[in-house]
Each structure stands twice: as structure tokens, then as C-alpha cells.
């Protein structure tokens, strides 16, 4: 592989690396901490999540949903006030989920078969759902104690006998079997595709790769075996992220918001109802905005009528520096996932540094604008034709 194709191919991850190992020298190696490293995607667990579903908006061609952080917002206050007046954490969950479906259904509805702009639809969700979110809230701050409802979002794994605080072996040991099983994954998938006739990178470079995301996977581990252990929010990260990597990746329904983002004319004509591709795509958004409603509201372990601003401006903005065309049809989970951990890094970087919140946002608009313009030039495209 040239290297300009290999910089190109992995541009975001070297400026992960870049930023990562700029913002720990700044900060004296603060940011490696280990409480700051396990905090590191539990702060973000959020943008990991809905990312996953605004990619699928994305690759309809180029559209994104406004609602999601005031879906965020209205699944967790439906949740605490549920908790608030003496309901179980089960029920709490169901009703939030419930309704995040709701939501989805409708707005999937009004895109994919009456045919409203996804921008119109979605911004009137926006201002809709967080009114209806600031109504059951009765404009307060809602608490949420039940201890069930916490630990099945906030809990750390750890195993009897083997593990203690700051000293969580088990950590490091699950770090080094996906670091294991990502490695034999990657190897047998170039076999396959190249039993297959598919044009595939050297063994060198695979190796090369799998040792990359092996370090990063055992550093990561390490750095948890530090603090708690594993938390049990990185279990339901990895879960979404797992599945719809493979549905994205492995199934004709994930190729399918592909060939709309594509071409929908010619979708169309292949025999594929892109209605149904729009409606899939807003609805499993929704699902994944009231999930992370949940995850924040146990992480913060409150509720108010602000929570969620211009948290669907993270998702969006993780899946383009992520490598997600602006015009559709292309993008990756992987890719999203570099994103929304980039944007990470610099968050916390320059939190740690005791920046103020303006030179945030004047950063992350430049690494969007400058992702943006790298895919618009790099791919020589000048429209959506």
C-alpha cells in the first residue's frame, strides 16, 4: 500500500493518535490517568450510541435527525418521574424505551411515506419532545436514587477474590482475549475475502493493523485495571456498536441505506422501497436517543429540561469527522467510532487544561469543517451528483 493511500484510508486515526499523544503532553500526562481514561467513554457513551443510528440517517443522503437530543431528554425525565413516584426501575426503562419507539415510528412515518423534509420533521421534534420533556418534569430537577436503575447502567465488573479497587486484573485479561480475538477475526476475514476474489492488503499490513488496534486495546484495559475494572456502560457501548457494525457491514438490510444514499432512483428501480429505508433509519434512532437517555440520566443520576442540548450536534458531528460523506452513501461504524472518541479526547484535554467552553466549540467546528472539506476534496466531489 502507497503511502499516500494509507494516509488518505487512515487519516482520522492518525489524528486520533496525534491528538491524543499533543493533549498528553499539555496536560503533564494527566489525560492518562486512569479515572480520566475510564471516563473517557463513559462521558461520551451518549455520541458512541446515537452515533450509531445518525450514520443511518446519514447514508440516506447526507440527512440527520435534530430530535435526538430532546428524545434524550424526554426518555430520561419519563424514566426518573416513573422512579420519582414510586414506580420500579423496570418499569421506568420500558416506558422510556416504549416511547422512544413511538417517536420513531412517527417520525419514520412522516419522512419515509408523507414525505417530509427529514430537517423540517426532525427540527419540530426538537422543540416538541423537549417541551413535552420540560411538562413532566414540572420544570425541576428530578433525583433518581433507585439503586437498581444505577447499577445497571453505572455498576463496575469486578470478580470476588481476584479484583480490587485501583487493582482489577480481570480488566486486563478481558483487554487481552478481544485484543486476541480481533486479531484472528481480521487475519481470517482477508482469507476469506481473498478466497473469494476480492482485492485485499498484504499480511503485512493486516499484522501491521492488528498489532495497532491490539496496543490500544490492551492500553485501554491496563489503564482500567487501574481504576475499577470494566464498567458496565462500555458493555452496552460495545454492544450497539458490535451490532450495528455487523448489520451496516454484513446484511442486504444495511447495504441497503448504502444504495439509497447511493442512488435512490436506481434503488428504487432495483426493486428496493426506499420508504422503508427511511423509516428503519429514523426509528432505530429514536430507539438508540431514548437508550442513551437512560445511560446519561444514571450517569449524571439526575434529570432537568436542558439535558441533551446540542447533544445530536455530537452525533453529527462524529460520524462526518468520522469519515461519513456529507452527500451519503458512505461511512463506516468504525469510522464513527474514531470520531466520536476524537472529539472525546479534545473535550477532555482541554477540560483537564481549564479552557473555557468557548475555545471547544471554536476547535470542534474547525476539526468538522476540515473533515468535511478533506472528504468533499479528497473524493473530487463538488455536489450531490
Not at 56 to 81: F, H
Amino acid at each position: 500500500m502507497k503511502v499516500s493511500t494509507f494516509i488518505k484510508k487512515y487519516t482520522m486515526v492518525l489524528a486520533l493518535v496525534l491528538v491524543f499523544v499533543l493533549f498528553t503532553i499539555l496536560t503533564g500526562g494527566r489525560l492518562v490517568y486512569s479515572q480520566n481514561i475510564s471516563n473517557l467513554l463513559l462521558q461520551n457513551a451518549y455520541v458512541l450510541i446515537m452515533a450509531c443510528g445518525m450514520l443511518l440517517c446519514i447514508l440516506t443522503g447526507g440527512n440527520v435527525d435534530l430530535s435526538v437530543g430532546s428524545t434524550l431528554c424526554l426518555s430520561a425525565a419519563l424514566a426518573a418521574k416513573i422512579m420519582d413516584i414510586g414506580g420500579g426501575a423496570g418499569t421506568a426503562i420500558l416506558v422510556a424505551i416504549l416511547v422512544s419507539c413511538a417517536i420513531g415510528i412517527w417520525q419514520g412515518w412522516l419522512i419515509g411515506y408523507i414525505h417530509i423534509p427529514p430537517f423540517i420533521c426532525t427540527l419540530a421534534g426538537m422543540f416538541l419532545f423537549r417541551g413535552i420533556a420540560r411538562v413532566i418534569l414540572d420544570s425541576r430537577t428530578i433525583a433518581i436514587m433507585d439503586s437498581g436503575f444505577l447499577s445497571l447502567f453505572t455498576s463496575y465488573i469486578q470478580i470476588p477474590g481476584v479484583d480490587e479497587n485501583k487493582h482489577c486484573i480481570s480488566a486486563l485479561i478481558v483487554g487481552i482475549i478481544i485484543a486476541a480475538a480481533l486479531t484472528v477475526y481480521m487475519i481470517s476475514d482477508r482469507a476469506k475475502k481473498a478466497k473469494q476474489g476480492y482485492e485485499v492488503s498484504s499480511m503485512g499490513s493486516t499484522i501491521a493493523r492488528a498489532v495497532i488496534f491490539d496496543a490500544m486495546i490492551i492500553a485501554y484495559a491496563s489503564r482500567l485495571m487501574g481504576y475499577k475494572g470494566i464498567p458496565v456502560m462500555v458493555i452496552w457501548i460495545l454492544a450497539i456498536v458490535l451490532v450495528f457494525a455487523f448489520l451496516t457491514s454484513q446484511t442486504v438490510f444495511g447495504r441497503r441505506f448504502y444504495a439509497v444514499g447511493g442512488n435512490e432512483k436506481a434503488t428504487k428501480l432495483s426493486g428496493i422501497d426506499p420508504r422503508k429505508v427511511y423509516f428503519w433509519a429514523y426509528f432505530l434512532m429514536s430507539i438508540l436517543a431514548g437508550l442513551s437517555g437512560l445511560l446519561v440520566g444514571a450517569r449524571i443520576g439526575s434529570v432537568d429540561g436542558n439535558m441533551g442540548n446540542s447533544y445530536e450536534m455530537d452525533a453529527i458531528a462524529s460520524c462526518f469527522i468520522g469519515g461519513a460523506s456529507a452527500y451519503g452513501g458512505s461511512g463506516t461504524v468504525p469510522g464513527i467510532m474514531i470520531g466520536a472518541i476524537l472529539l472525546g479526547v479534545i473535550n477532555m484535554g482541554m477540560s483537564i487544561l481549564g479552557l473555557p467552553d468557548q475555545y471547544q466549540y471554536i476547535v470542534k467546528g474547525a476539526v468538522l469543517l476540515a473533515a468535511v472539506i478533506f472528504d468533499v476534496v479528497s473524493n473530487h466531489k463538488t455536489g450531490k451528483s
